[in-house]
Structures are given as C-alpha cells and as structure tokens.
C-alpha cells in the first residue's frame, strides 16, 4: 500500500518523537484519522470534549515537559476552536505546533461548507510560521520549519492540511529546482553576552546598595545562579507568577509574587530599591516596578526581541540565564552592608506570618485563603500545580509555598479562564509519574472544567500515579471580576453578571467514576486534602468558599479597601453571606498593621 501524505505526517512527528498529539476529530482531518489507525495509534490521539481544551492540553505539556506540544482539529470550527489555547501558548512564550485541516482544493474560494480563511485567520497567533501544504513535495519541510521554529522561538506555528491533499500519495522533493528538502533535529545552543556588555551590567548592579531581582520563567533552570547572585550583591528576589516554581518559596530572601496578585514584600522591595536585575521575565505591570529614574536596572533575557521592554534599563543581556549569570558573577562585588537584606527578610518573615492568620480568620462558610495554606505543608515533593485565573490565582501566587522539584504554572499573560483542568490533564501525560493537582474558580469550573473530568475519566488508568486532584473553590460568584468593579468602579456586585449557580461538582464526578467530596467546614478542609492525596484515582473536592474574603492587591490601603466594602454595602446587603457588620474590622483582620 502506498504512502498517503497523512501516514507521512505522522511518521514524521514520530521522528521527531512526538509522543502525543491532543486533539478533536472532523471529517477535515479525516486522511490523518484514517493514518493514525493504520499508524497503531502513534503518536497518540488524546481525544478532549472541545479544540480550545486540546491546545490547553498542549500548553499544559509543553510548560510541564519542556518539549513542544503538538494539537490538532478539523477545518472551520475546530480550527477556531483551537485560537484561545494558542494565544495562550504565544503569549507565555510555549512551542506548540497546530495541525489543523481545510476543505479539499477544489472547493476554496467557493464558499464552501466550512470554509474558512485560515491563512488569515491564523497569521496572527502562528505569525512566526504558519503554511498551507498544497503539494505532497512540500512535506518534511513545511512540518519540520513548523517544530523547529516552535521550539527555538517558544512560539506557536501552524500547519494548514487540506482534506484531498491528505489522501494524495506522498513524494518526496526531488534533488531539482524549487525542491526544498528538509532534514530532522533542533540543535542545542546557548547565547551569552559580549563581555563588554557583562562588565557594564556589572558596573550597574555594583552601584547601588539597595539590589532587588525580579526573576520569571526564563530563570528556570538557573536557580543556583540567582541563588549566588542574590548573595553576592545581598539582593531579595521577587517571581513573576510564570517564574513562581523557578526557585524555592521558602528561601528567607524570596520575597514571593509581584504585581495584583503579589506580596507585599515584593511591592516594598521594588519601591525602595535603588538597583533592579530582572532574568528572564517579561512582567508587564511597569507600576509595580521602582519609579522611573529611581533605580538602575539590568535585564536578561535569551529572546533579543524582549529585551528593553516595561523598564528604561541601562543595560541589556541576551542570553541563557545560567550561563549569564555564571559570567556574571566573577565581576560582582560582595555586598559588605546586611542592612538591606535583613529588612527584605524581615519583611519577609512577617508576610508568612500574616499569611497564617489570614487563613484562619473565620468566614463563611470556609475561608478560602485557609482552603490553601492548608495543602501547603501537605504538597507532595514532586507535585504538578495548575492554578486558574480568578480569585483562585491570588491564593495559589501568595499561599503555596513551592520547592524543590514542584511544578507550577497558569495562564500568566493572556490570564485567560479555563486552563486549570486541561493544564494538569497536559501534565500528567508529560509525566504520568507524578501528582497533578487544579486549583480552579467555580467559573471556571462551570466553562470547561467540568466537561474536561470527563477526558480525565476516559484515560486516568494509563497514569502510573492515578492522583489528578481538582479542587474547586465555590463560592457561587464570579469573585475576581466582582471585586475588581468594587475596587475599580466603586460599583456593587450586578448579580445577573456575577452570581453563578452552585453545582454538584463532586458528585458530578462520582458519575464519572472518580473520587470527590463537598467541603462545608473549615475542620474538614485539611482531612479533605489528605484523602484526595491518598486516594487511588482522581478527585475533585468542592470546596464552598465565602465569596466576602477579598483578593486584596498588596499596594491597597485600608481607604480604598473601604470603598470596595462601601460598594458591597450599596447592592449586596440581602445576599446571605456577603456583608456582615464590622467589615473595618474583619479586613483589619486580613490586614494587620495595614497603613492608609
């Protein structure tokens, strides 16, 4: 039997060593479908309930793996499906490849079923490299360029297959004219600077005696270095939320998250700083940053193209973060003056001491900051984290503590909601070895999350560790987004927009045959996670949390807080609850020491 272009691709990806590719079937990739069951099944086909959740699944295993992950859908729908997990994927700077399809040759241009422009449509979120293969002689290269270019750019790109052009019989190029051949591998390199450019950082960081370091994803990998860095120049060092498992939590210099998620060490650190290093990050928020003209500031970063941005630095590196810093360091001074960084700890110590009784301030009915730092001293060494965007992302940044080999991560720049669940499933087919564990807003949830226990149902018993937990706080709002107009736009909460049912999340996933249990009490939260984290297959744990306690930004002052409570009091008075009297006080009780 001859060769189709659709057993060509597959083969491909297998040389590659592509092992799975996440994906939803149409009859526009009806020749891959028809390959992959005369191909065994290799790579495999992880089947999700919708093509937005086959490219988180494939962003989830590309952070986790650090391969590329490859998804693919059919033409029209599941190709747009397929854009919000992309966008994902380029805007945190993940390599993943699109394999989508397209309607037959003949039929373009006509207005045909399902015909959609997807050259266009896909130049934006695959603008590094996005091709249409037209002719059997266009393959390996196009598919090739597609991988490579994923991985070395940290990118999405995108193959368009139309649905004939799958069924053709494949050629190779000839050794002729307008023939590209095309050949296998991404080769390993590492960029470092001109040690002109090191000796003027150094020169820069050796100026100050206030040094602050903001780290994000691109310091993974470099923890030891940022770790003897920090001590030479007596700096505290601050994590984008990206950058959240790239060093330990609980190093006493580790001032924890920045920006509307982070702590308030972090904040105090970048105000009064006078030097600023930033590795690998590109951390948008420039407001929580020190003021312009306040501090000098180096950058390192290994993508020339992100360099000099959300900060006039005076000097920037492109190049590795390990191999920088190692040259780096030779030309740094020892800081002699401990002052600043036994402030920075100070500040640091304190904040843990905060975040423990934040947790156990009573609420109603479970304090969501409890349900949290409760798991925190029971995290598995090896553990894999999902965290979703909402009020859920505030406890994971400032509560979890990780270290070690922990792995976490979130929809960091597009923030979008629904990538929890779909991240941990992604995780465990990068490492079925490991626990997996989402934490996810009952928005969330309700979006995707819930349809998606059903592919976790479909294939857990492949897992060599069966532990996929969800943990599902609901509090029956939009929370995030609620606080936000109160904090905001000093609006009360627009029920029609922001309440949401309150759903059996559990026992929606005892149907499906996993484990799962409704939480309704603070002394039941910690028995809970020890149960999911010993239990022999998935579980989801609904925990029902008090929508009252606020994700409150560390630069808040205790006026503006007000405001936020002045707005719940104007709207909210009725909803059980929600407001309680002496709301001053309950927020002096998230917020000791707090100054207007």
Request: proline content about 7%.
């Amino acid at each position: 039997m001859s060769t189709k272009v659709a057993d060509h691709i597959l083969q491909r990806l297998r040389e590659w060593d592509v092992e799975h590719v996440f994906a939803y079937p149409g009859d526009g990739i009806n020749g891959l479908l028809a390959a992959w069951g005369r191909a065994d099944d290799r790579p495999r086909f992880i089947q999700s309930r919708h093509e937005e959740m086959s490219a988180f699944q494939a962003v989830g295993y590309a952070k986790y793996s650090g391969r590329v992950g490859v998804c693919a859908a059919t033409s029209g729908p599941g190709a747009i499906h397929l854009l919000n997990g992309l966008y994902d994927a380029k805007l945190d700077h993940v390599p993943v490849v699109a394999i989508v399809g397209q309607t037959d040759r003949s039929a373009m241009g006509g207005s045909y079923q399902q015909e959609v422009d997807l050259l266009s449509l896909y130049k934006d979120v695959a603008s590094d490299f996005c091709e249409m293969v037209t002719v059997p002689e266009q393959l390996p290269n196009v598919l090739d360029r597609a991988l490579r270019t994923a991985m070395a750019r940290r990118t999405v790109t995108a193959v368009i297959v139309p649905a004939d052009v799958q069924e053709l019989d494949y050629s190779p190029p000839e050794h002729a004219f307008k023939m590209v051949p095309s050949s296998l591998g991404m080769p390993r390199y590492a960029p470092v600077p001109h040690d002109d450019d090191l000796r003027r950082a150094a020169d820069v960081l050796n100026s100050g005696g206030q040094p602050a370091i903001l780290i994000g994803q691109g310091a993974r990998g470099a923890g030891a270095e940022v770790r003897e860095v920090a001590d030479r120049i007596g700096a505290g060092i601050a994590k984008a939320l990206l950058g959240k498992d790239a060093l330990d939590d609980d190093l006493p210099h580790v001032t924890g998250a920045i920006g509307l998620l982070g702590t308030r060490p972090s904040y105090e650190m970048m105000r009064d700083c006078d030097t600023l290093l930033v590795i690998g990050s590109s951390f948008p928020y420039s407001q929580f940053l020190p003021e312009f003209g306040k501090a000098r500031a180096v950058q390192i970063d290994i993508d020339p193209h992100m360099v000099g941005l959300r900060y006039p630095f005076e000097v920037n590196l492109v190049g590795d973060a390990a191999l920088t810093l190692r040259r780096l360091l030779p030309l740094l001074e020892q800081m002699e003056d401990p002052a600043w960084r036994q402030k920075i700890e100070a500040n640091v110590a304190r904040w843990w001491q905060v975040m423990e009784r934040r947790a156990h301030v009573e609420a109603d009915p479970v304090n969501p900051e409890y349900v949290t730092h409760a798991l925190n001293g029971l995290l598995p060494d090896d553990v894999i984290l999902a965290a979703d965007s909402g009020s859920a992302a505030n406890w994971y940044a400032r509560h979890l503590k990780l270290r070690g080999a922990m792995r976490g991560s979130l929809s960091g720049t597009l923030a979008t909601m629904g990538p929890g669940v779909p991240y941990a499933i992604g995780a465990k087919f990068a490492h079925g070895d490991r626990p997996a564990l989402a934490l996810v807003g009952d928005g969330a949830m309700q979006m995707n999350g819930m349809a998606e226990l059903i592919t976790v149902a479909k294939y857990w018993r492949e897992w060599e560790d069966p532990r996929l937990i969800v943990a599902v706080f609901n509090n029956q709002d939009l929370n995030q987004v609620t606080w936000e107009m109160r904090a905001m736009q000093g609006a009360p909460q627009f029920l029609p927009s922001q309440s949401l049912p309150d759903v059996g999340y559990a026992d929606f996933a005892r149907t499906l045959g996993l484990d799962g249990m409704r939480i309704e009490r603070p002394d039941a939260v910690e028995g809970a996670w020890k149960a999911a984290l010993s239990a022999d297959r998935p579980c989801v744990l609904d925990f029902v949390t008090d929508p009252a306690v606020p994700p409150i930004p560390p630069h808040a002052t205790l006026d503006q807080i007000e405001a936020a409570a002045s707005a719940v009091l104007k709207g909210d008075s009725d909803r059980a609850g929600m407001v309680r009297q002496g709301f001053r006080a309950k927020l002096q009780e998230f917020l000791p020491g707090r100054r207007h």
